[in-house]
């Protein structure tokens, strides 16, 4: 006997009743789960009081005092370094450099002072006197532009007072520049002035400080180590010509008090009229300059050899013996 077969639309309606079921079975699952984190939640919840409730219940010991901390130091601002004003500035183009680099520095290290530019404007015009002062109060009176830039007005200052030298001048300069009568020392700081207006540097430096060396320094120099660079050789220069100058200061010491000459005829004789002046070539006498070298190098005034002098030589001696 055969089972009667299902309708589809009983098929439909027990696939709709299939589907609603598993719908419900999966919200309750969401359900039971959301139940599960809610329960551990308040599980942690509990632990974490229970945990407070036992420390507040539990004595602690107290705490040892700490001492108290220090005062915060409170630091006010850096005093400003005290400069003296530079000195009155009456146009010479010669000092116009040194006066415009010593106002520079009191508005660097003093800006408390220089709150504007016009503050610092006023203040240099008040170092001015002479045909500087006159060329700033016309342009103070008719309140020039430049009156309310500090740094356009020092270059109207320079413009008009200083130096126009280039670098192809002070090149030239620092070529021409000879030490002279000067010490070294001297002689090398104009050296090294015209050295950095003319951007020079490097070996060609030691060449030109040389160049410009009296010859005695340069005869001193033959055998010298000149050093790395031109500072070096300054420094040796500047040693050499110092223990040279207290050599002559040492001569001119000895001089004013002679030793004792001996008291013979022969010696008598030598020191009696031309006999005092150095050996002559001929009827001529020999110059000064060979004068100041014989006594530089140390040597007889009389023949010029070395190992003796005047007193002792025995050409002067023979020559006594002579008359």
Known sequence: MTEPSMSTAETEDLRAVVSRMGEAYGE???RVQKMA???????????????AVTRISTPTPPAPATPPSPAPTV???????????????DG???????????????????PSSFPTEEAKVAYITTLMSGRALVWATALWEKDSNVCHDATNFMAQVQTVFGHPTSQRE???????????????????????????EAGWEG??????????????????LVNRDWGRD????????????????????????????PAPLQRNPSTNQSLSGEAEEPMQLGRSRISQEEKDR???ENLCLYCGETGHFRDKCTELSGKGKAH
């Open 294 to 296: 014989r006594r530089r």
């Open 203 to 220: 070996d060609c430096l030691m060449t030109t400080f040389y160049h410009g060396l009296q010859e005695n320094m340069k005869d001193a």
């Open 92 to 110: 010479d183009p010669g000092s116009c450099r040194g006066f415009l680099t010593q106002c520079a520095l009191s508005f660097q290290l003093h």
């Open 28 to 30: 309750q699952e969401r």
């Open 230 to 257: 031109v500072e070096e050789l300054i420094a040796l220069t500047s040693e050499l010509d110092l223990r040279a100058r207290e050599r002559r200061r040492e001569r001119t010491t000895s001089s004013q008090f």
């Open 37 to 51: 984190q809610t329960i551990e939640r308040m599980n942690t919840s509990i632990q974490a009081l229970t945990q």
């Open 75 to 89: 630091t006010g601002p850096r005093p400003e370094v005290r400069l003296p004003s530079p000195q009155r500035f």
């Open 170 to 196: 002070s090149a030239k300069r620092l070529l021409q520049l000879k030490q002279g009568k000067r010490s070294v020392a001297e002689y090398a700081i104009e050296f090294r002035n015209l050295a950095i």
